[in-house]
């Protein structure tokens, strides 16, 4: 049975007559109020709303059923319940990945049996009501995931901070029968939810003590079922560790900054460049890392009285060891200890001083650039999973209450790791505003202490790569210093140059030595010995800093094994260059390779020595992580390689790309880059392809296009992985689909390859990789030097050998034995279970797709029963 028959029978019946039901909405720019007319002018909408997708070319509907096209159960509608109405609203600022959020919403509800609204322009829209509140369709969201900003709009409305305006919202949302709402936004927005929540029973009473509705018209709306998604680019909200729109916004300033750090570095200048960020010092400090700046002002860590003499300290040393640029990021809200606010001009004034350093300043102001563009695929997904979660927790409460349960406490959707959560709203918004009167107030430490723990990592982290030498308090005793061996293995991925960068400035932070292993262990068998080219050398610092934003390898990676290399040699070199430590980077190859290592311990007693693994892999199949670095630099780069593919399509119109995607035998690039462009069909090794999958999904296409007649103007995706089938490859694919579609479709294959692996690292693996890397420096310091001294008690030591991952919400290290014998499908080269099961049905329910057979020797369906969290 469905879930949209569950969902129709399990939730709440609604009295609501069918005269008050808002259905078949009007053009939407036709009904808008005229600004002259019924509002006060600070009510009126910030822009015209004649920008509406889709709804001005396509058809109202003539019925109240949904023009879904076939999702992949039967829909079914009980005649004596009508539908859950589920209102979706974005607002305050706007942040890419609103849409997204729309979208999923949208299309979650519908496939849940519910009817869909949106709320345009935000609160401004449900207190205005009439044409604000309108029923949306499966199509009219359609390309939502590629585009920035928010398609239905978004306003400050003054209206909602007045108990007025909030009963006039409630009176619209009883009138049009919404039974949940969903809403975006920032933390004012979320403010503003959980205010209305607290006051929901008291505007009910008002509205028919004033004789506004009647008890009757109430009765089903007594509770307000609403939950919270956070859109915003400051990453401000507290319990939650990334908001929708930060990472895009991120993405932003790493790419201007990246850009300015050329001519900075041609002319010698430093750049003093001012980020968004009033409350919160999240962007500041992450582009701040990602970059590799020379200094931070944020909010949360106010500077000492002495801040001049410190800046200046730490840009001279730079400039001392060679550096030519000098990148300063300050957040808007910077100020010293005593609340004063430091301006870029103030630090421009001081860098250009005469009579100090004398630098060549300039100032460069980001501004709204920030906040442009379309979401990057880090935001989509989020956009897109928290969106469906939204859709089940307001599902959830419907059902708690018509089973006479208590309502669940109000949600915010957040993430912690790679954890979607329910958090409660009241607690969250309580959080983030104690942020504010602490910074208000002074209290930087509580400030700090507010902020989720990867903010204090993170904080750390920058100060230690940057400040480095200059704190000699954090030196390890000359006893306690390690000499610690760095190797890439595997393909290159982005992040892998950032990993080593902050791994050697923590080494040189502590008193350690790190040491390059050039060209893995290839390099390191071939070119050993003492010559200055040789594989085995010291860091040069400066060269080192300018890694953070490098793409590729820098140190050079290899894919030959250790085996291949001659295990005798590898433990007779590790001895000679006296490694205390291995600290390895890279992909399945690395995996195998602290594998192969680990074991071959019982033969050399000169292995005995601590190893860590941090994975980097674009197909992220490392067991013992469900993030590898470089991973999401290959999603940006494959799901803006799609939105390019998918508008070349709009000329010509229907036309379906079949794209195989990199990832070996997992199916993670290829699930992941079909959730952020919105894939028709993904197919993956797990699972494979079968002509009877193919069949069905010609079918649907065939369909699709059939009912869409042309007005669609983008073209549609399947996203194939390289190792799907050992037959039915994209050529294959997309010859079969043309050759079935008669004529109602083009089809084209395409390959993007080695574009996948990225030019420069994402800026989300840019600060992971220096977050993970300092951690892992932090595990092999565990050890101390010479373990071989003692080689049993390493070799008797589990977590002497390990990977570092991200599992869920924590961030954790596994020891290698476990994964190699409990955790690795070693055929195929990746876990044995995979995490992101969920993920492929969240695509296959938003791209509409039907039901298909499922294919007889799918691993998918069982590593699905293994893994699954539960998705309806
Ligand atoms: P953001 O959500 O991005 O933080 P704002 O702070 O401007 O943006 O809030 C957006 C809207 O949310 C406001 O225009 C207002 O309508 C509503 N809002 C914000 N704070 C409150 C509040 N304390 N009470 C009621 N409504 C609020």
Not at 697 to 714: C, E, I, M, N, P
Request: proline letters at 5%; one cysteine or more.
């Amino acid at each position: 049975m469905g879930a949209q028959l569950l969902a129709s029978q399990l939730l709440g019946p609604l009295n609501q007559p069918e005269s008050q039901t808002v259905v078949a909405p009007q053009l939407y720019s036709r009904v808008l109020p005229h600004p002259s007319n019924d509002y006060p002018t600070y009510l009126l909408p910030t822009r015209q709303l004649n920008h509406l997708p889709l709804t001005s070319t396509f058809p109202p509907p003539t019925n109240t059923t949904t023009t879904h096209p076939a999702p992949n159960t039967t829909h079914i509608t009980m005649a004596s319940e009508p539908k859950q109405k589920v209102a979706v609203m974005t607002s305050g600022g706007d942040s890419p990945g609103m849409n997204g959020v729309v979208r999923a919403v949208v299309r979650m509800a519908i496939h849940m049996g519910c009817d869909a609204y949106c709320v345009y322009e935000g609160y401004e829209g449900l207190v205005q009501g009439g044409s604000y509140i309108k029923k949306t369709e499966w199509d009219d969201v359609r390309g939502y995931l590629g585009i920035g900003g928010t398609y239905i709009g978004t306003a400050r409305c003054m209206a909602f901070y007045e108990r007025a305006g909030r009963l006039t919202g409630a009176k619209n949302m009883i009138l049009n029968g919404i039974n949940a709402l969903i809403i975006c936004g920032g933390d004012g927005s979320l403010t503003g939810a959980d205010k209305f929540r607290a006051e929901w029973p008291s505007l009910v009473e008002e509205l028919v003590a004033t004789k506004q509705l009647t008890q009757e018209q109430v009765e089903p709306y007594k509770k307000l079922n609403i939950v919270g998604l956070v859109g915003s680019i400051d990453n401000d909200l507290s319990g939650t560790d990334a908001t929708i729109g930060a990472y895009t916004a991120l993405a932003n300033i790493c790419e201007a900054v990246d850009k300015i750090e050329s001519t900075a570095t041609s002319h010698s200048r430093a750049f003093v460049i001012e980020v968004m960020g009033r409350h919160c010092g999240w962007l500041a400090l992450m582009a701040g890392v990602a970059i590799g700046a020379d200094h931070i002002f944020i909010p949360e860590k106010p500077r000492k009285d002495n801040w001049k003499e410190e800046i200046c300290e730490v840009v001279k040393k730079h400039r001392d060891w060679g550096k030519r640029k000098t990148i300063v990021i300050i957040a808007e809200g910077a100020m010293d200890r005593h609340g004063g606010k430091i301006t870029p001009e103030m630090v421009k004034d001081l860098l250009a001083d005469k009579k100090g350093l004398a630098l060549d300043t300039r100032i460069s102001s980001l501004g709204h650039l920030q906040r442009g563009g379309p979401a990057g695929a880090y935001d989509r997904m989020l956009a897109t999973l928290q969106g469906v979660e939204a859709v089940k927790a307001v599902l959830d409460a419907a059902k708690a209450v018509k089973e006479g349960k208590p309502q669940p406490e109000t949600c915010v959707i957040g993430i912690n790791e790679n954890k979607i959560t329910r958090q409660p709203l009241m607690a969250a918004v309580a959080a983030t505003q104690q942020v504010a009167k602490a910074i208000e107030a002074q209290d930087f430490d509580k400030a700090m202490s507010l902020r989720d723990t990867e903010f204090a990592e993170m904080y750390n982290s920058f100060k230690m790569t940057t400040a480095m030498g200059l704190d000699t308090s954090i030196h390890v005793p000359a006893n306690k210093k390690m000499r610690i061996g760095f190797i890439n293995v595997g393909a290159p991925a982005g992040g892998m140059n950032a990993a080593v960068r902050a791994g050697v400035a923590y080494c040189r932070s502590r008193g350690h030595e790190p040491v390059g292993i050039y060209n893995g262990f290839a390099g390191f068998a071939r070119h050993h010995g003492d010559k200055p080219e040789g594989a085995v050398r010291g860091f040069d610092w400066l060269e080192v800093d300018g890694w953070a934003s490098r793409g590729g390898s820098e140190i050079g990676t290899n894919r030959e094994l250790p085996e291949e290399s001659g295990m005798e040699l590898m433990a007779k070199l590790i001895k000679q260059y006296r490694f205390d430590a291995l600290f390895l980077i890279g992909g399945f190859e690395a995996f195998h390779s602290v594998a192969q290592l680990r074991k071959a311990r019982d033969t050399y007693p000169e292995l005995c020595i601590p190893m860590t693994l941090l994975p980097a892999t674009i197909s992220n199949n490392v067991p013992g992580t469900e993030y590898s670095l470089g991973s999401d630099t290959c999603l940006n780069e494959l799901v803006s390689y799609c939105d390019k593919i998918k508008q070349s399509a709009s000329a010509t119109r229907r036309r379906v790309f079949v794209i195989e995607t990199q990832g070996g035998r997992s199916g993670y690039v290829a699930t992941l880059g079909g959730l952020g462009v919105g894939a028709s069909a993904v197919y993956i090794p797990e699972e494979g392809v079968t002509l009877d999958m193919l069949a069905a999904d010609v079918r649907h296409l065939k369909d699709a296009f059939q009912k869409d007649k042309g007005r669609s103007r983008a073209g549609r995706l399947i996203l194939v992985n390289e190792k799907a089938s050992r037959v039915y490859d994209a050529r294959l694919i997309a010859n079969v689909f043309r050759e079935e579609s008669n004529n109602r479709f083009e089809s084209r294959d395409l390959i993007p390859g080695h574009l996948q692996q990225g030019g420069i690292p994402s800026a989300m693996d840019r600060c992971k990789a220096v977050r993970l890397a300092i951690m892992c420096i932090k595990e092999l310091e565990k050890f101390g030097p010479k373990p071989f001294e003692n080689p049993d008690k390493i070799k008797n030591d589990p977590t002497s050998s390990s990977v570092i991952g991200i599992q869920g919400a924590h961030v954790t290290f596994t020891p290698m034995e476990e994964l190699e014998n409990q955790r690795t499908d070693w055929k195929n080269r990746r876990p044995n279970t995979a995490y992101w099961t969920d993920m492929k049905e969240v695509v296959d329910i938003l791209g509409g797709r039907p039901k298909y057979p499922e294919p007889e020797k799918s691993l998918f369906g069982q590593i699905a029963k293994d893994t699954k969290r539960g998705l309806a």
